[in-house]
C-alpha cells in the first residue's frame, strides 16, 4: 500500500466517523483545508477522501467552495427502523426457539449492557452509539442467517448516524435507551419473542423521534 493511499485511507476513515458520529453534522459545510490542518497532511489525500465519500453519498462537493455533509433524507430514518425490525423481530423468534443460543446470546447482551453503563457515565456519546448498534447485531448474528446479517451490516452506518443525532438533540435519552436494551434482553431471555417485537418497535421509534414522522 502505497504512503499516498494509507494517508487518503486514514483521512477516509477519519472524516467518515466524524460524520457518523455526528460531530460533523448534516448541512455542515466542510474545506479540504479545514481535514488537512486537523490531520497533519496535505490536501491530496483528503482530496481523494473526499470523493469516496462523495460516492458514497455522504457528501456533496461544490468547487471552490467546499463539501457539505448530506443531512439524513427525509423518510430515511422510518425506512431504516422499518427494515431493523423485519430483521430483529425474525432473529429474536429464531432465538427464542434455541434455549442454547438464547443463553449465550443473553450473556453477550449483557456484557454490552456493561460497558454501555459505563459509556453513559463518561458521556461519551459516540463510543455509545457504537455499542447501541453492537447490541442490535448481536441478536441478528444469533439469528444465524448470514444474508439477513449481511443486509443489516449495510444498515449499521446509517443507525449509528441516525442515534448520535438523536443523543445530540436529546442527551438524556443516554439513560432511557440503557433501559430500554435492559428490557429488551430481559425478554430474549424469557423467550418472549412477541413482547420483544412490540418492544423494540417502540424503542426505535421514541429514540428516533417517529411517532410523528420523522426526526425532529
Same mark, same amino acid.
Given at each position: 500500500?502505497?504512503?499516498?493511499?494509507?494517508?487518503?485511507?486514514?483521512?477516509?476513515?477519519?472524516?467518515?466517523?466524524?460524520?457518523?458520529?455526528?460531530?460533523?453534522?448534516?448541512?455542515?459545510?466542510?474545506?479540504?483545508?479545514?481535514?488537512?490542518?486537523?490531520?497533519?497532511?496535505?490536501?491530496?489525500?483528503?482530496?481523494?477522501?473526499?470523493?469516496?465519500?462523495?460516492?458514497?453519498?455522504?457528501?456533496?462537493?461544490?468547487?471552490?467552495?467546499?463539501?457539505?455533509?448530506?443531512?439524513?433524507?427525509?423518510?430515511?430514518?422510518?425506512?431504516?427502523?422499518?427494515?431493523?425490525?423485519?430483521?430483529?423481530? %425474525?432473529? /429474536?423468534? @429464531?432465538? =427464542?426457539?434455541?434455549?442454547?443460543?438464547? *443463553?449465550?446470546?443473553?450473556?453477550? !447482551? $449483557?456484557?454490552?449492557?456493561?460497558?454501555?453503563?459505563?459509556?453513559?457515565?463518561?458521556?461519551?456519546?459516540?463510543?455509545?452509539?457504537?455499542?447501541?448498534?453492537?447490541? %442490535?447485531? /448481536?441478536? @441478528?448474528? =444469533?439469528?444465524?442467517?448470514?444474508?439477513? *446479517?449481511?443486509?443489516?451490516?449495510? !444498515? $449499521?452506518?446509517?443507525?449509528?448516524?441516525?442515534?448520535?443525532?438523536?443523543?445530540?438533540?436529546?442527551?438524556?435519552?443516554?439513560?432511557?435507551?440503557?433501559?430500554?436494551?435492559?428490557?429488551?434482553?430481559?425478554?430474549?431471555?424469557?423467550?418472549?419473542?412477541?413482547?420483544?417485537?412490540?418492544?423494540?418497535? $417502540?424503542?426505535?421509534?421514541?429514540?428516533?423521534?417517529?411517532?410523528?414522522?420523522?426526526?425532529?
Amino acid at each position: 500500500m502505497s504512503k499516498l493511499y494509507s494517508a487518503a485511507e486514514l483521512a477516509y476513515r477519519e472524516v467518515k466517523e466524524l460524520i457518523l458520529s455526528g460531530e460533523l453534522p448534516g448541512g455542515e459545510l466542510i474545506s479540504e483545508g479545514e481535514i488537512a490542518t486537523r490531520m497533519g497532511s496535505s490536501r491530496t489525500p483528503v482530496r481523494e477522501a473526499f470523493l469516496r465519500l462523495e460516492a458514497e453519498g455522504w457528501m456533496r462537493l461544490y468547487p471552490k467552495r467546499g463539501a457539505l455533509i448530506v443531512p439524513v433524507a427525509e423518510g430515511e430514518a422510518e425506512h431504516v427502523v422499518d427494515a431493523r425490525l423485519l430483521i430483529e423481530v %425474525h432473529a /429474536a423468534q @429464531v432465538v =427464542a426457539a434455541s434455549p442454547r443460543t438464547r *443463553e449465550a446470546l443473553v450473556a453477550a !447482551l $449483557r456484557a454490552n449492557l456493561e460497558e454501555q453503563r459505563d459509556t453513559a457515565a463518561q458521556g461519551d456519546a459516540a463510543r455509545f452509539s457504537t455499542l447501541d448498534a453492537d447490541f %442490535h447485531r /448481536a441478536l @441478528v448474528r =444469533a439469528g444465524g442467517n448470514p444474508l439477513l *446479517e449481511s443486509f443489516y451490516d449495510g !444498515l $449499521r452506518e446509517r443507525q449509528r448516524r441516525m442515534t448520535a443525532h438523536s443523543l445530540a438533540r436529546d442527551p438524556d435519552q443516554i439513560t432511557k435507551i440503557v433501559d430500554d436494551h435492559t428490557r429488551l434482553a430481559d425478554l430474549i431471555e424469557a423467550g418472549d419473542a412477541e413482547g420483544f417485537a412490540s418492544a423494540v418497535g $417502540r424503542h426505535m421509534r421514541e429514540v428516533h423521534s417517529l411517532g410523528n414522522g420523522g426526526i425532529r
